[in-house]
Structures are given as C-alpha cells and as structure tokens.
C-alpha cells in the first residue's frame, strides 16, 4: 500500500473550463502519502477536424509518476494520430467500430513507447497507470477504462452507467493472469500489483511469446459506448479508486448532486467531495474530474443558504472546541492534539437532522483552515499529558457543558443554526481523547507507518 505520512497534505490543485456546451472542473490532493503519483488531462475541445468533440482522463499512477504524468501529455495525442482517427469525416457519423480501434490502438501504441523511456529501460523507473477517461461527441460518450480508475455517468438523479474495475480476482482477469504463468494471491498479481491492466509495468509485461494484450498486466483498454440523451444526461465523474475505496458509485451521485445544489463553484465540488472521502476513511492520493452537461443541478437558494448556515456552525463549534482542548488541555502540559477528524466528529454528533450527514465532512477543508488559524501546533501531536491531568478533567467537563454557550456568542443561536446541545461526555471520556496513547479517535485517519512498501505495489 506503501508508506503513510503523519498527517495528510491537504492543499489541492483545481481547475476549471468550459466549451461544447459543457463545464469541468477537476481537483486533486496527495492525502497520506508520501507523494503525488496521480495526473489527468481535460481538453474541452480537441484540435483540428474534431473540435466538437471533448476528452477528460484521469491516471492513477502507483510506484512512481512518470508514467502517470506521459499518459497525461501523450495519450490524447497518440489516439488522434491513428489513422481510424485520421479518417474521421466532421461533417458524417463517425464510425463506432472505427473510433474504438483507434482507441484501443493509442493506448497500445502508447504502451510500446513508455517501455523506450531511458528510465523505464535501464530499470531505475517501474511505475506505471491506470487510466480512465471519457470521449464526448456530439451524439455518443466512450467510455475508456485500463485498470481500477472509474467513470460514472449520472443521468435523471441516478447512476446511468458505470465502468468495471480490473482487478485481479476477476474471472476473466484471472483466466489471462494465469495463462501468462502468474498467479493471483490475495487478490494481487503475483501477491504484488492490486490491478490487471495498466500503461506501465513492465516487469509484468516479459514473456516474448505472448502479445502485448496476453501478459500478466495488459494495456488493453474496455471501451464502451453509451449514446447521450441530452435531456436527461446530466454529468459524468472520473475519479481513481482513492475516492471509489470509501465510497460507492450511488453515495457519489447523491453526493455530488447535493453539494451542487449548494455550491455553484464545480471545482469546489470537487474539493468537498475529496474531503468527504479524506475524513470517511480514504488514505490514497485522490483526484477527480466533474464533467456537467446542460440538465445538471442547478443551485437551490434555499439550499446555499443552508450550507452557509452549516459552514457558520461548524465554525462556531470547531473555535468552541478548540478553546477547550487546544487551550486548556495545553496550560496543564497536554499535546494540543485536535486533528480534523475529531472536531468534524465532534461536530457531527452534535448536529440534528437538518443538514445531510456527509455534509460536516465535506466541510474538513473549512476546519483545516481554523486548525491553521491557531498555528501549526494546533493540528500536531504534542508530549505526554502531565501526571496532574485528572486533577482537571472536572473543570473540562464543565466547560464541555458550557459549550453550548460558548457556541451561542456567534451571530445567530445554535437552534437557528441546526445544532443540538453538545453531549457533555464522562470525565473519563475526555481523558482517553486527550491522551491519544489511550484512545483512538472517532473514524480516525491512518498514521505513518515506517514499513517500506515493495516499488511494485500499488492502491
């Protein structure tokens, strides 16, 4: 799985555009690991005769980032220079079997070049991707898949399509694994690569008398076809399996069409989704790609005022708490431990029914800035709690009882805002929170490991 960082990097990168009578926007954020292997590619409008046609990928790369970031900046390239490609009329129906032969045969082409790489050839680089990506025309959506990236389609409010993932245990996967001489173990190739098929890897990718579709790990992507239906066809999301690992496809689409009711911003859609899928548990690199089409979501007034209103409280509630954990605890020699998870918990707890239950989490973003707000110590681990900490848990208590006070100094009333009195928890409750050594955290995230992962391991 490879080695984990003490606490996750959160900042993200986002982008956004338009054309074709579509939006994008995309974002991605490294999480706990020790570094950034996914890339992706959005393209409104691609070049020359095919410029109403659109593509957005997404590559999930493992034990590196080469080959992840060259299929960002080559893929789209080596599908359009095929010559099924090339023949291509603007002004006709393209060929369906033609489009996907010319899709298949850029992603082998590409394949071959990547092996040619000096790094990959002398050996020192073994990465590889997988890859996920979507080309829109103006009549069909291909899906394109190689490996445990996803693409969902969400037409009229529900999953219209999904990509299957490649995975090994797959009967047919399988099948192709063992007729190349391997095995699955654990659901792994060879007990090693969590994938079937990828750009990259070539270490599983060596026995001369098989082609390039027969090795362990084969390039060869599933491509499917779906015709649009402009009416009810609402987005498309692309995401690698670091958002799939924590959630399934039918909590995204709820997900993302709520939070675009709230958010008009695509990209910042993108930022509360990671969030949600950082704090239910998700410890990979993650990156996702919203694609919205004319029906999507449009915002609700009446929702984004609701989101304001919960943003407001989970900020009241994040100081209320910090005040007595940062502050408090501290004064008595306590770590000023209050990671995200905590308070997002915390706050969770104490909301009642009128905000949606993934919403606190995909505020984490929001809390992170408070945390921040208080200087780095705030967020970190600190020494040992002194030996006279029970001595004021009592006091502790009360303040927890209080909190609901505390929380009613904002511009509005708790009650106003959806929040319920805080659960005052036992004394001896919020002891083991304060000493971590004691207690783990509700939902709480993973935590650096100093196991080197084997090169060849992946999601």
């Keep these: 799985m490879g080695t984990l960082l003490a606490t996750p990097i959160t900042e993200k990168f986002n982008e956004s555009g338009e054309g074709n ?48 970031e060259r299929c960002a900046a080559e893929l789209l390239k080596r ?61 069909h959506i291909f899906f394109v898949n190689c490996g445990d990236s996803r ?15 490649h995975k090994p245990a797959h009967p047919s996967e399988k099948e192709r694994i063992q007729k190349a001489g391997g095995s699955v173990i654990v659901e792994r190739v060879n007990g090693n690569l969590a994938v079937s098929r990828s750009l990259g890897d070539y270490s599983y990718k060596t026995a001369r008398d098989l082609g390039p579709t027969e090795q362990l790990i084969s390039p060869e992507p599933e491509i499917t076809v779906i015709d649009r239906q402009p009416e009810h066809d609402q987005m498309v999301v692309l995401a690698c399996d670091g958002v799939w690992d924590v959630v399934s496809n039918e909590d995204l689409c709820r997900v993302v069409s709520e939070r675009m009711r709230s958010v008009g911003d695509l990209s910042r859609v993108c930022n509360e989704v990671i969030d949600y899928c950082l704090y239910n548990g998700s410890s990979d690199n993650m990156s996702m790609v919203l694609v919205a089409f004319e029906p999507a979501p449009k915002v ?30 501290n004064s008595d020699g306590c770590p000023k431990a209050t990671p995200v998870n905590h308070l997002l918990s915390r706050i969770r707890n104490n909301l009642n029914g009128e905000f949606p239950p993934h919403a606190v989490y995909c505020k984490g ?56 009195e805080p659960v005052v928890e036992s004394a ?10 004691t207690n783990t955290a509700t939902n709480a995230s993973p935590v650096a ?9 992946t999601t």
Aim: aromatic share 4%; glycine share 8%; net charge negative.
């Design 449 to 457: 490991t100093s196991a080197a992962s084997s090169t060849e391991s």
């Design 365 to 420: 973003a929001l809390v992170q800035r408070i945390l921040d707000a208080r200087g780095p110590s705030t967020s970190k681990g600190g020494p040992e709690c002194s030996p006279d900490t029970n001595s004021r848990l009592s006091m502790i208590q009360q303040l927890l009882a209080s909190c609901h006070g505390i929380i009613q100094n904002g511009s509005s009333s708790l009650q106003r805002s959806g929040v319920a």
């Design 79 to 139: 599908i359009v220079d095929t010559e099924e490609f090339k023949k291509i009329d603007p002004e006709l129906a393209p060929s369906i079997p033609e489009v996907r032969q010319g899709i298949r045969e850029g992603f082998l082409a590409l394949d071959e070049e990547l092996r040619n790489l000096p790094e990959i050839a002398n050996g020192s680089d073994r990465s590889g991707s997988t890859a996920v990506c979507v080309l829109i025309t103006p009549k």
């Design 21 to 68: 009578n579509l939006r994008y926007g995309l974002s991605s954020m490294q999480g706990w690991r020790v570094s950034m292997e996914d890339a992706h590619c959005a393209i409104t409008r691609l070049p020359g005769h095919l410029k109403d046609w659109s593509f957005f990928a997404v590559f999930d790369g493992h034990a590196g980032a080469l080959v992840s």
């Design 151 to 165: 693409a969902v389609l969400i037409r009229d409010g529900e999953v219209g399509f999904a990509t299957t993932d």
């Design 300 to 329: 609700d007034p009446e929702l984004q005022a609701k989101d304001k209103r919960l943003e407001e409280t989970v900020e009241r509630m994040a100081n209320a708490v910090l005040v007595i954990f940062a502050d408090i605890l």
């Design 428 to 437: 001896e409750e919020v002891g083991e929170k304060a000493n971590p050594s």
